[in-house]
């Protein structure tokens, strides 16, 4: 994946224009773009949650410290969900040709019993 696929708030994402936001929760859009964005926000429930999350964030400060600080979180829960994913093939397989081997043992020995005991 890419690093702009995994920013929460990323630049090219088409719904949510990361400045425009910012901007509107500022107070510095004109009537009109803030009018455009509230449109938005009527029309795409992820943009309006995005507002209203932003919103909520007590110190506006803060916001690029708590979005840096969700992007760290994410890299390192998908770093550590891949590691998870890459130990656990390297355990199951052994396995799994472990027990196709048995299974044509098996039926190898058996084909090879039917057949000496219908011999007789």
Do not use: C, W
């Not at 910012?22 to 429930?45: F, I, N, T, V, W």
């Not at 760290?72 to 590691?83: A, G, N, S, V, W």
Request: hydrophobic content about 35%; overall charge neutral; cysteine-free.
């Amino acid at each position: 994946m890419s690093k702009d696929l995994l920013n929460i708030l990323s630049n090219s994402n088409k719904d949510i224009d990361n400045q425009k936001l910012m901007d509107y929760l500022s107070g510095k859009l004109s009537e009109q773009e803030q009018h455009e964005l509230e449109k938005q926000m009527a029309d795409s429930d992820l943009v309006n949650d995005a507002v209203e999350g932003l919103k909520s964030i007590s110190s506006q400060q803060n916001i690029q410290s708590y979005v840096d600080q969700l992007n760290k979180d994410l890299h390192q829960q998908l770093k550590q969900r891949r590691t998870r994913r890459t130990r656990k093939k390297l355990k199951d397989e052994p396995y799994i040709y472990i027990a196709i081997v048995l299974v044509l043992a098996l039926v190898v020995i058996a084909y090879f019993v039917i057949d000496k005991l219908s011999a007789r």
